[in-house]
Nanobody, 125 residues
Framework: EVQLVESGGGLVQAGGSLRLSCAASAFTFYDYTIGWFRQAPGKEREWVSVMSMDGSTYYADSVKGRFTISFANGENLVHLQINSLKPEDTAVYYC???????????????????WGQGTQVTVSS
């Protein structure tokens, strides 16, 4: 069974940075799309960033220019570098995997096939 395990969350001050990681087990990255979502208290889960197999990256407008998704294939790790954090970035961040890959239409992303358990990011003002 594929498992995704996030790490790297924490409490930071506004303007700070964090690097989230997602370790994938029992999965060979052959035909996939990967991404990150987040869910703030009382709000729906929203997509944050997606990376296609060809390396194309997509970002929600709210994080563009501050967040960077990357993939270390040899290590089966997906990272999300988050800079210039704002209090409104406070949320549980989830790693997501689609397999086989999807055609990325950011306005209509299908539900991922696999989710991680989430890692909490709290930004203080």
């Amino acid at each position: 069974e594929v498992q995704l395990v996030e790490s790297g969350g924490g409490l930071v001050q506004a303007g700070g940075s964090l690097r989230l990681s997602c370790a994938a087990s029992a999965f060979t990255f052959y035909d996939y799309t990967i991404g990150w979502f987040r869910q703030a208290p009382g709000k729906e889960r929203e997509w944050v960033s997606v990376m296609s197999m060809d390396g194309s990256t997509y970002y929600a407008d709210s994080v563009k220019g501050r967040f960077t998704i990357s993939f270390a294939n040899g290590e089966n790790l997906v990272h999300l570098q988050i800079n210039s954090l704002k209090p409104e970035d406070t949320a549980v961040y989830y790693c997501a995997l689609w397999t086989p890959h999807i055609v990325v239409l950011t306005t209509r992303l299908p539900a991922p096939d696999y989710w991680g358990q989430g890692t909490q990011v709290t930004v203080s003002s």
